[in-house]
C-alpha cells in the first residue's frame, strides 16, 4: 500500500466503499423480495419466536420437565373439566407438566436441526466442491457413492445407521445428517460445474489463484443461494426425521423431553387423553411449517428467474 | 432410443452392486452376537456357535462371504429369517402385497387430488383459492406423518368410530389370497361386507400415507403450470380464440405434466419411506412394519435383505420414470 501512488489508492478506498454499500443495496433487495412474501415472514416470527423460548426455557417453563407430580397424573389441560392453571397443557402418565416438556423439547429439536444442517452442508459443500472442480474418476466415485445413499428412503437408512451407532439423541443426528448430505453434494456439484468455466473463474485461475482458492473463494460464493434453500429444507427434515426416530425407540431415549420421544411414550393413552398425543405433534407441525414458510420466502427471493416474472 | 435405454441400465448396475456392499457390511456392523441370535440362546458354548457360525458362513474371510452374498442374490436367496426361520424373499413376497396395496392407494388419492388442485391454483393465480390450497399443501407437507395418523386414530377411530384402530380386514371375514390385495380378494370371496371392511381398514393408512406426496404433487403441478401458461403458445391459443379450458386442458396441461411426472416417481421413495411410519402407527403387516420389526430383533438377513429389496425397487421405478421422460421429452433423449 505504501508505494502505491495516491491516485490508485484513493481508487481503492473508493471500491472498498462502493463494494460495500452493493452489499448492502443487495441486501436491502434480499429483504425487498422476503418480505414480499407474507407467509415467509410469518414463518420468521414464529421461529424467532421458538429460538426466544428455547433460549430462555429455565426461565419460561413453568415447572421442573422431569418433575413428577404424584398426585396429578393424566390433568387435563386448563380448560378442561378436572384441569388446573397450574398445568395449563395438563400433564402426561407420570404427571409431568407437558407445556415445561415442550418448551424443554423445543431446545432439542432447535440443536438437532442446526447441529445436522451445520454437518450435512459443510460435508456436501466440501465433497460436492471437491467432485465438481476434479471431475473425472474422483466425481464418478464421489456421484456413485452418493446415488447408493440416495436409493435408499431416508428413514430407513437412518433406522439403520442407529441400530449400528446404537439408539441416541447424538447418534440420530450423524445418521440423518449422513442422509441429508447428498442432497447438498448434488447441488453444490451441479453449480460448481455450471461455474467453472465461466470467465471469471477462469481470470482468476490465470491471474495464479490456486486449487482451495478457486473452489472456495472464487467459485462457492456464487454456488450459494440454491444451498441456502436446501438448507432451511434440510432443517425442517432434520428435525422431523429426529422426531419419527424418537417415535419409533431409536432417537432420543425417555425420559428426554424431546417431542417425537413425548409422542411415542404417550402411544398408548391415545384414546384416553388426547392431549398427550396432540400437543407434541402440533409443536413439531408448527415448527417445521414455520421453517418450510421461511424456506418458500428464501427461495423468492434469491431465485433470479421468478424475481423477473 | 436404445443406447440411452442401454445407458440408463449401464448406470445402475454399480449402483446397485454399490447397494449390495452396504447391505452386506451394514449387517456386520451391527451389534450382537448373530450365533446367540441364531440359536436363541445366551451364554451359548463355544462348540455350537462354531457350529452355528459355519452354518451361516460367517466363519469364511469377509470377500468370500461376500461373493457368497451376490451369488446368492441371483439364486433368489437371500438367506434365511431368525425369527421365522422363513426364506427372507418368501416373507418378502408374502408381506409386499399388503404395502403395495396400502401405497398404490396413497398414490392414487395424491395424484387424483393433487393435480387438479395444483391446476386450479395456478390458474386462479393470487386468489383466495390459491392461497388456501397452497397454505393446506404446505401444512401437508410439513406434517410429522406419524401424528397425524395418531390424531386420525383419535377422531375417526375414537370419537366417531367409524373405523378399526388396526389391521388390514376384520377377523371375521376369511378367505384364500389370490392376488394379496385384500380390496380385490375380499371383492372375489364373494362374503358380504369383506369389501367393505377392507376399505374402512385401509383408508386412514392411505390418506397417511398420501399426505406428503399429494402436498409435493400440488406444489409441482402449481408451479409446473404457472410456467407453461407464460408461454407464447399459451398466449396464441388464447389469442386464437380457444374456450380456457381448452387452452389449460390441452396446451398448458400437457406440458406441465412433464415435471410432474418425474416427482411422482420420486414419490416412491417418500411412500416406502411412510410406510415405515404408517404400518407402524396402524399396525398394517407390511414391509415397513416387517423391518423395523426386525431391526430391533436384529434380525440380520431380513435387514440385509429387505434393504436391498426396497433400494432395488426404488431403482427400477427410478429407471422406469426416466425413461418415460426420455419417451415424452425428446431434449433428453439425445443428450
Known amino acids: 500500500m505504501k508505494n502505491q501512488p495516491p491516485a490508485v489508492s484513493a481508487d481503492l478506498t473508493q471500491l472498498e466503499k462502493e463494494s460495500r454499500s452493493a452489499t448492502k443495496a443487495q441486501l436491502a433487495e434480499f429483504w425487498y423480495y422476503f418480505s414480499q412474501n407474507k407467509g415467509a415472514v410469518v414463518g420468521l416470527v414464529i421461529f424467532s419466536a421458538l429460538v426466544v423460548v428455547a433460549a430462555l426455557a429455565p426461565w419460561v417453563a413453568p415447572h421442573d420437565p422431569g418433575f413428577q407430580f404424584r398426585e396429578n397424573f393424566l390433568t387435563p389441560p386448563f380448560w378442561e373439566d378436572g384441569g388446573t392453571t397450574s398445568f395449563l397443557l395438563g400433564t402426561d402418565a407420570v404427571g409431568r407438566d407437558i407445556l415445561s416438556r415442550l418448551i424443554y423439547g423445543a431446545r432439542f429439536s432447535l440443536f438437532i436441526g442446526i447441529i445436522v444442517v451445520a454437518v450435512s452442508l459443510t460435508g456436501g459443500i466440501v465433497i460436492g466442491l471437491i467432485a465438481g472442480y476434479m471431475r473425472g474418476i474422483v466425481d464418478t466415485l464421489i456421484m456413485r457413492l452418493m446415488d447408493i445413499i440416495l436409493s435408499f428412503p431416508s428413514l430407513l437408512l437412518a433406522l439403520v445407521l442407529v441400530a449400528i451407532l446404537g439408539p441416541g439423541l447424538v447418534n440420530a443426528m450423524i445418521a440423518i445428517a449422513i442422509v441429508l448430505q447428498p442432497h447438498f453434494v448434488r447441488l453444490t456439484r451441479a453449480a460448481v460445474l455450471a461455474e467453472r468455466n465461466r470467465d471469471y473463474v477462469v481470470a482468476a485461475r490465470v491471474a495464479g489463484a490456486g486449487h482451495i482458492r478457486l473452489m472456495f473463494k472464487t467459485i462457492l460464493p456464487n454456488c450459494l443461494a440454491p444451498l441456502i434453500v436446501q438448507a432451511t429444507l434440510a432443517f425442517s427434515n432434520a428435525i422431523l426425521d429426529a422426531a419419527a426416530l424418537g417415535f419409533l425407540g431409536m432417537g432420543a431415549q425417555p425420559p428426554t423431553p424431546e417431542w417425537g420421544t413425548m409422542l411415542s411414550e404417550a402411544r398408548e393413552f391415545i384414546l384416553s387423553a388426547w392431549w398427550v398425543v396432540t400437543f407434541p405433534g402440533i409443536a413439531i407441525l408448527v415448527t417445521v411449517l414455520a421453517i418450510n414458510l421461511v424456506g418458500d420466502g428464501l427461495r423468492d427471493a434469491l431465485d433470479p428467474k421468478l424475481k423477473r416474472s | ?335
Open chain 2, 1 to 335: 432410443m436404445l443406447r440411452f435405454l442401454l445407458g440408463r441400465v449401464g448406470l445402475l448396475i454399480p449402483t446397485f452392486l454399490g447397494v449390495t456392499l452396504v447391505a452386506f457390511s451394514f449387517i456386520r456392523l451391527l451389534p450382537g452376537d448373530p450365533a446367540e441370535l441364531l440359536a436363541g440362546e445366551r451364554g451359548i458354548s463355544p462348540e455350537r456357535k462354531a457350529e452355528v457360525m459355519e452354518q451361516l458362513g460367517f466363519n469364511k474371510p469377509y470377500w468370500q462371504q461376500y461373493i457368497d452374498y451376490v451369488a446368492g442374490i441371483f439364486q433368489g436367496d437371500l438367506g434365511v429369517s431368525f425369527a421365522s426361520k422363513k426364506p427372507v424373499l418368501d416373507e418378502f413376497l408374502t408381506l409386499f402385497p399388503a404395502t403395495a396395496e396400502l401405497a398404490l392407494c396413497a398414490i392414487i388419492i395424491a395424484i387424483c387430488l393433487g393435480i387438479p388442485a395444483g391446476i386450479f391454483a395456478a390458474v386462479k393465480r393470487g386468489s383466495v383459492a390459491d392461497q388456501a390450497i397452497m397454505g393446506t399443501a404446505l401444512v401437508g407437507y410439513s406434517m410429522p406423518i406419524f401424528w397425524w395418523g395418531l390424531l386420525l386414530i383419535i377422531l375417526f377411530s375414537g370419537i366417531l368410530q367409524w373405523t378399526p384402530v388396526s389391521g388390514r380386514i376384520s377377523l371375521l371375514y376369511f378367505f384364500p389370497q389370490v392376488t394379496g390385495f385384500m380390496l380385490i380378494d375380499s371383492l372375489l370371496s364373494g362374503q358380504k361386507g369383506a369389501f367393505l371392511s377392507a376399505v374402512q381398514h385401509l383408508i386412514l393408512p392411505s390418506i397417511v400415507l398420501a399426505t406428503i406426496p399429494l402436498a409435493v404433487i400440488a406444489r409441482q403441478t402449481r408451479s409446473a403450470m404457472l410456467e407453461v401458461l407464460g408461454e407464447d403458445y399459451v398466449r396464441t391459443a388464447r389469442a386464437k380464440g380457444l374456450p380456457p379450458h381448452q387452452v389449460v386442458g390441452l396446451h398448458a396441461l400437457r406440458n406441465a405434466l412433464i415435471p410432474v411426472i418425474t416427482t411422482i416417481g420420486l414419490q416412491v421413495g417418500v411412500l416406502l419411506a411412510g410406510a415405515i411410519l404408517t404400518e407402524t402407527i396402524f399396525s398394517w403387516p407390511g414391509i415397513g412394519k416387517w423391518l423395523v420389526d426386525s431391526i430391533s430383533r436384529r434380525d440380520y438377513f431380513v435387514v440385509q435383505g429387505g434393504l436391498l429389496l426396497i433400494a432395488g425397487i426404488i431403482m427400477v421405478v427410478n429407471l422406469i420414470v426416466d425413461v418415460l421422460y426420455g419417451l415424452v421429452n425428446p431434449r433428453i433423449r439425445h443428450t
